[in-house]
């Protein structure tokens, strides 16, 4: 390597933007795929906050909520969610409307890349399927990250991608229930699933299955 080729090598690189590694990296909306899950701290109360109080954290951020993105036959972005009555399709500026809080997006890592179409077409099929408002799995209802388990463990396989844990309602550091859930479930007349398997929006993204990036458009 010549003289002039060393020079311009070192200047490119002593010139490059140097990435924090402790920062995500950020997309923006246009780069979005089918397939990407995104991740939100939906600002809805007590029972958000115990939602996040009780599910882990992703580098210090809490999410109460997660759908998968999906761009349509007419090229509109829209995002498969269970929420409110069931799964739905929800227009992307909709769904950022909803939180002044970063959204944050889950990408599959180029060796599962493949799986996109089939969680997609899983997903799709659920459309119309009620809230599981009772978070118990595999009851013929919904969750939003339940909708996301599933539709990962169809594309592989009938496998699970994610994990299940058991879930908690529980305050940290205490063997009390959150007031709030006690409220929630009793309202429904339900017992507390108190240590039943199930999946939260926090674990998922803290899976290490996804590279997970800040969506620069939900920040301004």
């Known amino acids: 390597m010549n003289f002039t080729r060393l020079l311009l090598l070192l200047l490119f690189v002593f ?4 990435v924090n590694a402790g920062q995500p990296r950020t997309l923006l909306i246009n ?3 089918s397939g990407d899950l995104i991740f939100q701290n939906l600002d809805c109360g007590s029972l958000c906050d115990a939602i996040e109080a009780v599910t882990p954290a992703y580098d210090g951020e809490h999410f109460s909520h997660v759908g998968i993105i999906y761009l349509n036959k007419e090229g509109q972005l829209m995002v498969i969610e269970a929420i409110g009555k069931g799964v739905c399709l929800t227009p992307i500026q909709k769904v950022l409307q909803r939180s002044k809080n ?7 890592r180029s060796s ?7 969680v997609i077409a899983f997903a799709l099929k659920q ?16 969750y939003c990250s339940e909708l996301v388990y599933d539709a990962f463990k169809a594309a592989n396989h009938q496998e699970p991608f994610f994990s299940m844990q058991p879930m908690t309602y ?3 550091g205490s063997n009390e229930i959150f007031p709030a859930w006690k409220q929630y479930f009793s309202k429904l007349h339900l017992t507390v699933p108190e240590g039943r398997p199930g999946c939260s929006p926090g674990g998922i993204a803290s899976s290490g299955k996804l590279i997970m990036l800040l969506l620069q458009h939900a920040q301004k």
């Open 15 to 18: 010139s490059a933007p140097q």
């Open 31 to 33: 780069q979005l795929k």
């Open 102 to 108: 970063p959204c944050y997006i889950g990408r599959l």
């Open 112 to 118: 599962d890349s493949g799986m996109a179409r089939q």
């Open 127 to 142: 459309e119309g399927q009620p809230y599981d408002d009772g978070f118990i799995y595999n009851n013929g209802k919904y």
């Open 170 to 172: 529980k305050m940290p």
